[in-house]
Every structure is written in C-alpha cells, then in structure tokens.
C-alpha cells in the first residue's frame, strides 16, 4: 500500500516553502532527514568534491514501494502529513514534500530503495526528468545518490565556495544530526577518507565523547530543568575552564532538530556572565 500522497493545493499552499537547494550541505541536510524519518538506524553518507560530484546517503530504515518511489520526486507528495489538522502535532524532521523534488531539478539523481513487501526499484531522474525506472538488487532501505549538482544551473554552481569550505557546512551538519540522534550509527567519508564515524551509543555524553573525544568530556556538566506539557531542557555545558573564542562549540536542539537563536545563546551567555570574561564562551 503506498503511503506518499500529493498534498491538495489548499494544504500544500499553507506549508509552501518554495524548497531551494543553495548548497551541498542543504541536499545531505534534507536526505539524512529523510532516513531518519524512515527509521534508520544505520547511516552512511559519502562526498566527493565537496559534494559537487558526488553525494550518496544509504540507510537501512524503511525504504519505499516502486509507486513511492517514482511520487517521492512529485511536489508537496509526503508520507508525513494528510491534513491541515496533522500540522499541530508533527513528529517527523521533514513534512512539506519539496526536498527530494527541488534536488532533482538541479542534479543527476539515482534511487535505489527497498522495503520488506516488494523487490528493490531503481529510479533514475536527471534536471528533474524522469529518465529510468527499472528493478534492483538491495537489502531494506534506501540509497540516493546525488550527482553533478547544479549541472543545468552555471550559474549556481560557479557561486558554490571553495571544495574546502564546502566540506566545513557538510561536515557541520552531519555533526548536528550524530548528536541529535546518540542511537543511529553514522559514517561520513570524504573522497573515499573516513570523517566521521560513530557506532550507535547509550545517551547523549556517550555520543558527544565519540565525536569530541575524552579531554572535553571530562569538563563538562550535565544540566536540567523546565516544566511538564512546556518545555524541557536537558545537556551538558563546559566548566569555565573549557571555554572557546567562538560560539562554534554550541549545540542547541529544539525537539531533535538543530537550531541557532540568539535568545537561547544569550541566555546561555548570561548565565556564565560572573565566571568568564567577554569574548569568550562556553561549549554546550
């Protein structure tokens, strides 16, 4: 039974975000989403070029029937809402529906997905055509690559930034979402070299210590508060030994997903104001 649906025109205009891709990092962003939202508990993403030539994403969640696979790339068709009322209580990272088509107008993409009712699909679309749709060979799960990025845009590819700094806002996000999700196995290769791997871990500090090793763990004081039915905080931030000249070492998530605000960093600021001089501040 398929579970994407076209959104009607009255819902998909409410939640309309005109989806643009502006960077490698904007494409890994939506389809690590994506196999998160289909339960997976292992992750592999692999670049090349700074995503430019290459950006692969396999998972071992849900995968998809052919019919699915073939609407996933249609406009506002999402498994993750059905109505208006479905808005007040989202659960899932991604919900309108745009990603994967807004990708593939852009880019040469190949889906390879299974799940546990029918064999594999193979669907091949390019600048937003579809080119092939045939079967395959693959365990449950999804494989998406996407190659040659902005192949049929010159223009926005020749504003993409330096390979280097490509791979500091893939990295960057790929970061966010291991510590947002302590429990999913994550693999990130870059040109064939390991970047970041993590096995999946018991809690948050387990986590945080497979990516930032023992010496800051060590420093590092677990937090908590709120109320009920409002809001609950939970974390770590650094002693005031640990300190940084950049706010770069913040991690702040609201219900799993990665956010930067100002009100949130300026309280955090506030609270170490009597202990650390200006300019400087805490990890969390």
Known sequence: MNKI???PDNLAN?????????????????????????????????????????????DDGSGMTRDDAILAFERHATSKIRELEDLSQIATLGFRGEALASIA??????????NDDTAATRVVIEGGRLVDVKDAARAQGTTLAVRDLFFNT??????MRSEATENYHLTSIVTHYA???????????NNGREVLHVTPARDLRERA??????AMIES???VSGGRDFLAKV???????????????????FVNNRYVRDKVIADGLREGFRSVLPHGVYPVA
């Open 179 to 189: 510590l947002a999700n302590p429990e999913i196995a994550i693999l990130l290769t």
């Open 234 to 252: 939970t974390g770590f931030v650094s002693a005031p030994r640990e300190r940084r000249t950049t706010r770069d070492s913040q991690y702040f």
């Open 105 to 114: 107008s852009v880019a040469k993409v190949e889906l390879i997905t299974c």
């Open 14 to 58: 409410q939640i309309a975000a005109g989806e643009v891709v502006e960077r490698p990092a904007s494409v890994i962003k939506e389809l690590v989403e994506n196999a998160i939202d289909a339960g997976a508990r292992r992750i592999q993403i692999d670049v090349e070029l700074g995503g430019r030539r290459l950006i692969r994403i396999a």
């Open 5 to 7: 649906r076209i959104l």
């Open 154 to 159: 010159p223009a926005r590819r020749k504003f």
């Open 220 to 222: 590092l004081i677990p």
């Open 209 to 214: 210590f497979q990516i930032f090793g023992g």
